[in-house]
């Protein structure tokens, strides 16, 4: 149980992947850390296609656990508009391919993992404001806790707020995100399908994905996440996305044989990397820290990756009793050595993808293909582009 009038060593804002498994590993490291999650139940409701990455996880440590594993993907297909498609197995397809989960139950798994290593989790408790002390240094937040108005002192803050992070705009660490670099997205749970429910499916089409992509998660043999993201700078009205996402499924038959049990709509940063995640006493992960793939939109893994970092040095820093940004350069430093040329080369990739048509599209999936590239990722992918078709990749020079 909190207790309101002790100073904790960090108060981390936010129960989902990022935060949980930053308390838990900060906890591990024998620091007192309090999550604060605003909704009453972790995890829920959705708002995820549900595809995370094995090897990302393995990475990052996370325990992995049969209960929250809906399904074991033998691969990925991408799909190119004219219906040619690149398969491949989880082996060629980098970080981005293997489990389709049950998202709450991962995320209350994390959180419980947290607990149980000794940190507190407070349900119905959102961040209201940053609290600085007369030098202007971070020490805690004002919350509301069912309805009371209170407040919680730490040596250090931790936004793990999501993508609207409010503790990162409230430190003004996070610049405004431009149209090119939200992904807006729409899901429809979707049963009665004629799927291969062993592969996660990309979709690209610039008919009805424009500057993003329509893509399959199956969840069993017939059920499955259909879901579209795109960039907002091409939502041209109200209501654009869902009829793009209809129109879709209207013009596929074994999918429009389905009929839609859920729906869910949320929103994706897909920027560059920010300049600094860290100041005096505060720290920012996950989708807080612009921590997303441009590419895919996955924040899952990038989140629990960096998560473990952000945890690893809160216990440093509660060690050597240091909360200053130069002590927390050791989280700058340790997330950006795992994620940021990734994050840099992919969002570069994405604005350039962003005005590709569909023949292109064709080609590249085709090349790619006859190539047999040994892994899937977008380095691989431009070097091949280069090879055959140099004529596409002239924009990603800098990339290659
Ligand atoms: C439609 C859609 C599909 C997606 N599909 C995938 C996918 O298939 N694979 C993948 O890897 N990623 C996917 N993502 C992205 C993924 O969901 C995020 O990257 C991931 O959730 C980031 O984890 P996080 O812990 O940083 O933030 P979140 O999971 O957003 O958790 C933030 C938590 O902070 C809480 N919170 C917010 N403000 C406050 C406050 N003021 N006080 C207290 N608590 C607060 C929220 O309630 C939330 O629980 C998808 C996103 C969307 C919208």
């Known amino acids: ?200 499916q990309f979709y690209l089409t610039k008919e009805f994905a424009p500057g993003g992509y329509i893509w399959i998660f199956p969840k069993d043999e017939t059920t499955a996440n259909v879901g579209i993201g795109i960039v907002i700078s091409e939502i041209k009205h109200k209501g654009h996305l869902k ?38 006493g505060l720290m920012l992960v996950g989708d807080a820290g612009r921590q997303t793939d441009p590419i895919t939109g996955g924040g899952i893994g990038n989140g629990c990756k960096a998560g473990r970092e952000c945890g690893l040095t809160i216990a440093a820093a509660v060690k050597a009793n240091d909360f200053s940004a130069k002590f927390l350069q050791m989280y700058e430093t340790a997330w950006r050595d795992l994620l940021e040329e990734r994050l840099y080369r992919n969002w570069m990739a994405k604005e350039a993808c962003l005005g590709l048509d569909d023949d292109v599209f064709n080609k590249i999936i085709t090349t790619m293909d006859e190539v047999g590239i040994t892994e899937v990722n977008v380095f691989n992918l431009l070097v091949v582009i280069k090879d055959k078709h140099p004529e596409l990749v002239e924009k990603f020079q800098d990339l290659i």
């Open 1 to 200: 149980m909190i207790d309101w009038n002790m100073e904790y060593d960090a108060v981390i804002v936010g129960a989902g992947p990022a935060g949980s498994h930053t308390a838990r590993f900060a906890a591990e490291g024998g620091a007192k850390v309090v999550i604060i999650e605003k909704r009453q139940e972790v995890g829920s409701p959705v708002r995820c296609a549900e595809g995370a990455a094995r090897r990302s996880l393995q990475e990052a440590e996370v325990i992995i656990d049969p209960k929250w594993i809906s399904g074991e993907m033998d691969g990925a297909m991408i799909i190119a508009p004219n219906g040619n498609y690149l398969e491949v197995d989880e082996a060629k397809a980098g970080a981005e391919v293997g489990y389709v989960i049950e998202r709450d139950l991962f995320d209350q798994a994390l959180a419980k993992t947290a607990v149980q290593r000794g940190a507190e989790l407070v349900l119905k408790c959102s961040a209201t404001a940053l609290i600085k002390d007369d030098t202007g240094k971070v020490c805690g937040v004002k919350v509301n806790h069912m309805g009371e108005e209170k407040e919680i002192r730490a040596k250090l803050v931790i936004g793990a707020d999501g993508h609207e992070s409010l503790i990162g705009r409230w430190a003004g660490l996070l610049p405004k995100l431009e149209k090119n670099d939200i992904i807006s997205g729409l899901q429809y749970r979707m049963t009665n399908l004629d799927i291969n429910h062993k592969f996660v």
């Open 243 to 280: 009829e793009l996402l209809d129109g879709w499924i209207a013009a596929n038959p074994k999918i429009a044989q389905g009929e839609i049990i859920d729906i869910i709509a949320g929103g994706i940063p897909v920027g560059h990397p920010v300049d600094a995640t860290v100041m005096d």
